[in-house]
Structure formats: C-alpha cells, structure tokens
C-alpha cells in the first residue's frame, strides 16, 4: 500500500509542472483512424480530453472518420480510392461524408462528451458540434493540385466561433465538411483541417492521434520511432518517401501548424490507453513532438 501511495504521489508531482505551465491555453486534439472502432477506447479518450478542460487547458476537438466513411461506401457497393493520402470525393460520396461524419460521428461525440460530463457533475462545461459551414468556420476552394472530386482546399478559417464557445466553457467538436463562396459543400482532410485551425486558435499544442507509436525513421521498423523531430528533419523524410500514405497529410499540415504558430506537435498512438495524459503530463512521453527548428 505505501508503494502503491508513493506511485500516486510521484505521478502528481510530475505531472504538476506541467498542469501549471499549459493551464488555460488551447490544445486541438484530431481525433480519427481505427481508434474509434473500439467504443470502450473512444469513451475513455473523451474522458482524458474532458481531465485535460477540468485542469484549465481548452481542448477543441477535430474529428475525421475515415472508416466509417469507407464502411458505409461498401455498404453501398461503392469502392474507397485514394491519391497521396487524400479521399477521391464524387457527388455520392460527398453526401455519404456528410452524412456520417456530422450525422454520426459528431452527434455520437457530443452526446458521450455530455454524458460523461453529466455523470461527474462538470460545472457547466459542455460539448458541442460544428462543422465547416458554422458561422463560415472553414471557408474553401476545390482542391486543384490533382482532379480529387469534392475536396477543399482551406483558404480561410473563421476562429471567433471558437474563441466565443471556449470561454463559455464549451468544447467543440468539429466535422471536417468546408463551404465555398457560392455554398458548395466539399470534404476536407481531417488532419488537414486539425493544422489550420490549431494555427488559427495559435494553440499551446496539436496532436495527433494516430495508428501507429509516431513518426519512424525508417519505414516499417517500429524500433526507429523518433521521440523528437523538428521541421527540417520532416522535410527531409518526406522527400525521401519515408513518410507514405495517410501520414503524409499529417507530417505537411503539422509542418503548416508549427510555421503557423502552433508551440508543439504530438503523433500518438490513439488505440493506447491515456496516451494524452501520457504524453501531456509525464516527462519522457509516448509517442513523437514536433517543434519548430528555432526551438
């Protein structure tokens, strides 16, 4: 029992530098990928997001849904394609985008956050959905570079809506649909959007949960995670294709967070119990930080 009690005691004690040093700032938390196939997972990850609002950091909340996406397609007997990471978006799938992420996933997110909240009584704060076309919160042109179908590219992010809702102790939830000029509905990649906003709020932190530890230095071999990576070293492991598939969006829109203001990046392995908390909180951390090379 006394070591049990010295444990608790070592923890706190490490974890209140830093509970000090990030309190009222912003954290964006993406939140996607295999870890909300696990229900069980997904509640005790609200649960950390909520810990990390009742110790005075603002978590905003960027949630992608890629699976359930692709589920639903062949559902409907329609085959997922990709190109460098990115959803190909036709009409159809367009309207199934929209439909599971701000017509499932979100509501889904809210409601558990609120739940959660309920149950231990949270003083007044309270989850809430948005999506892109909220108070123009994230305004978009057609993605250019290559024919994608319907997928924005952010041109410009409306934060006030943010700023509004977490000082009335909200926690925003965002589903990553954008609008044009003329109203046109269009997809975003949710690391994508996770980036920009977190630059926009010029946020304390953003992380990433992922599939996998974090970022490697060599592809496929789990001993080389990088526990800390700056900008010029990503570069590099980008052009030489060590970063592939759906972590290139990743490492490109953490590069644009971190050019944009954001202090520090984080790659977790989001299936990992408490890996927030984990990594926030405890000195050695669990997965990548990424920081600016004048750092």
Same mark, same amino acid.
């Given at each position: =029992?006394?070591?049990?009690?010295?444990? *608790? #005691?070592?923890?706190?004690?490490?974890?209140?530098? %830093?509970?000090?040093?990030?309190?009222?700032?912003?954290?964006?938390?993406? %939140?996607?990928?295999?870890?909300?196939?696990?229900?069980?997972?997904?509640?005790?990850?609200?649960?950390? $997001?909520?810990?990390?609002?009742?110790?005075?950091?603002?978590?905003?909340?960027?949630?992608?849904?890629?699976?359930?996406? &692709?589920?639903?397609?062949?559902?409907?007997?329609?085959?997922?394609?990709?190109?460098?990471?990115?959803?190909?978006?036709? *009409?159809?799938?367009?309207?199934?985008?929209? =439909?599971?992420?701000?017509?499932?996933?979100?509501? *889904?997110?809210?409601?558990?956050?609120?739940?959660?909240?309920?149950?231990? /009584?949270?003083?007044?704060?309270?989850?809430?959905?948005?999506?892109?076309?909220?108070? /123009?919160?994230?305004?978009?042109?057609?993605?250019?570079?290559?024919?994608?179908? %319907?997928?924005?590219?952010? /041109?410009?992010?409306?934060?006030?809506?943010? +700023?509004?809702?977490?000082?009335?102790?909200?926690?925003?939830?965002? #589903?990553?649909?954008?609008?044009?000029?003329?109203?046109?509905? +269009?997809? $975003?990649?949710?690391?994508?959007?996770?980036?920009?906003?977190?630059?926009?709020?010029?946020?304390?932190?953003?992380?990433?949960?992922?599939?996998?530890?974090?970022?490697?230095?060599?592809?496929?071999?789990? &001993?080389?995670?990088?526990?800390?990576?700056?900008?010029?070293?990503?570069?590099?492991?980008?052009? &030489?294709? /060590? $970063?592939?598939? !759906?972590?290139?969006?990743?490492?490109?829109?953490?590069?644009?967070?971190?050019? !944009?203001?954001?202090?520090?990046?984080?790659?977790?392995?989001?299936?990992?119990?408490?890996?927030?908390?984990?990594?926030?909180?405890?000195?050695?951390?669990?997965?990548?930080? +990424? +920081? &600016?090379?004048?750092?």
């Amino acid at each position: =029992m006394i070591k049990d009690d010295s444990l *608790r #005691a070592e923890i706190l004690v490490e974890a209140l530098p %830093y509970i000090k040093k990030f309190w009222n700032k912003i954290v964006v938390i993406k %939140y996607g990928g295999s870890a909300m196939e696990d229900k069980q997972l997904e509640k005790l990850i609200i649960k950390d $997001i909520i810990l990390l609002r009742y110790i005075g950091m603002k978590p905003v909340i960027v949630h992608g849904g890629g699976p359930e996406i &692709s589920q639903e397609m062949k559902k409907l007997n329609k085959v997922p394609q990709f190109i460098n990471g990115l959803r190909v978006t036709d *009409r159809d799938t367009m309207d199934i985008t929209e =439909m599971v992420l701000t017509g499932k996933i979100n509501t *889904r997110l809210v409601a558990e956050i609120n739940l959660c909240i309920s149950e231990d /009584q949270g003083n007044g704060i309270k989850g809430i959905g948005l999506s892109g076309e909220d108070a /123009q919160l994230l305004m978009v042109k057609k993605y250019d570079t290559i024919d994608l179908g %319907y997928v924005g590219e952010i /041109q410009k992010i409306n934060p006030e809506i943010l +700023f509004l809702l977490l000082e009335k102790d909200y926690i925003p939830v965002i #589903a990553t649909i954008g609008v044009d000029a003329s109203g046109e509905r +269009f997809n $975003i990649n949710a690391d994508t959007v996770a980036g920009e906003i977190a630059a926009a709020l010029q946020a304390e932190k953003l992380i990433y949960l992922t599939d996998v530890e974090g970022v490697f230095r060599k592809l496929d071999d789990t &001993s080389s995670l990088i526990s800390s990576l700056k900008m010029e070293e990503a570069r590099e492991l980008l052009k &030489s294709g /060590q $970063i592939q598939h !759906g972590m290139i969006p990743k490492i490109k829109s953490a590069l644009k967070a971190l050019e !944009g203001g954001v202090k520090k990046v984080h790659f977790l392995n989001g299936k990992h119990v408490h890996s927030i908390l984990l990594e926030i909180f405890t000195d050695r951390g669990v997965g990548t930080e +990424f +920081f &600016s090379d004048n750092e």
